[in-house]
């Protein structure tokens, strides 16, 4: 089992990932949820949070704000993608259960020291943003995290907000650049997984079929979110992005990937935020990251069914 930290920018897809966190209580213990400004400003990511844990009925879930803008640029969002509100979808109440008063950034900080070294997984799903930040204020916490697994960057899929860069990169790259010269253990989920793992119609008939609020709110959250990616990539369904992390953490034999160098190209406007991926290892650069490329589709979507199917 391990102990994580979420953090998020929800997002349909951080939506599901949350959802998949806090229904393998075997597998995860969420020791709380950080929100960032990413698909939308920080005020909507953490109401969003509170939404999506109000939802699972999981109302005791610690829920913090943290940094409402990137570290050196201006806050890009993506509403063209999950619409104004983030979770744009299903209908779902405001949520009444409490955003902590502490700062997400010291939420980080403060856990990774009162835990035992190696024993608490970050688990970054929008801009890196909050991470970079404690990183900065905190060095010492390099070497106390177990992994972060976070969903970003891109090889061989390149981008999805520029032709070059993936969304959560490009919002804050020198934040990835932290993170990622940090030394930590690090998992990506790139959207050369990510693309892989598509909401088809029977997979989102499969979420429905549940007969729960949570199965249906899945379905009409992937209904509202493939619009996108289905008109501009000619995709067959909404890509679960995030949900690749919090699956990795209960099945990582569903994926797969590569030990490599992985930079973030932070200078160049017309690169900004760039994942420099050193795939067939051109360059004498020392791995920094097990990079994945591949998903056993079926196998995640069985688990995150019969995963939801229990909230
Ligand atoms: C990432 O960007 C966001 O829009 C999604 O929530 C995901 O984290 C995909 O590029
Ligand atoms: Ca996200």
């Known amino acids: 089992q391990r102990k994580i930290i979420i953090d998020t920018d929800p997002g349909q897809d951080d939506a599901v990932a949350i959802l998949l966190a806090l229904a393998s209580p075997e597998d995860i213990e969420v020791l709380g949820i950080t929100c960032v400004a990413g698909n939308v400003p920080l005020e909507l990511t953490s109401k ?14 610690q829920i913090f704000a943290g940094c409402d803008r990137p570290l050196g640029r201006d ?77 970003g960057g891109a090889y061989f899929e390149v981008g999805n907000i520029t032709p070059t860069a993936e969304f959560n990169i490009y919002v804050d790259p020198q934040a990835a650049e932290i993170t990622f010269k940090s030394g930590a253990p690090i998992v990506v989920m790139s959207l050369d997984v990510t693309h892989k793992a598509l909401v088809t119609p029977d997979r989102n008939t499969a979420f429905r079929n549940l007969g729960t609020p949570v199965g249906k709110a899945v379905a009409e959250m992937t209904d509202f979110f493939e619009r996108f990616d289905k008109e501009k990539y000619g995709s067959d369904g909404a890509p679960l992005h995030d949900p690749c992390v919090t699956a990795y953490l209960i ?15 932070t200078q160049s406007e017309l690169t900004m935020g760039m994942t420099v991926a050193d795939w067939w290892g051109v360059t004498d650069r020392p791995a920094n990251a097990l990079f994945m490329r591949d998903i056993d589709a079926d196998g995640f979507f069985s688990l995150l069914t019969e995963r939801l199917a229990r909230l």
Do not use: S, Y
């Open 48 to 61: 969003n949070a509170r939404i999506v844990c109000e939802l699972a009925g999981k109302t005791d879930v």
């Open 75 to 151: 806050l890009v969002t993506a509403e063209h993608v999950h619409g104004k509100t983030g979770l744009n979808g299903p209908v779902l109440p405001d949520p009444r259960m409490p955003l902590q008063e502490t700062h997400a950034v010291d939420f980080i900080v403060e856990t990774l020291r009162a835990e035992p070294p190696g024993t608490v997984t970050l688990c970054p799903l929008g801009p890196l943003t909050n991470i970079a930040t404690a990183l900065q204020r905190a060095p010492d916490i390099a070497d106390r995290i177990q992994e972060i697994v976070l969903m």
């Open 251 to 265: 099945r990582p034999e569903l994926f797969g990937g590569r030990r490599i160098n992985v930079e973030i190209e």
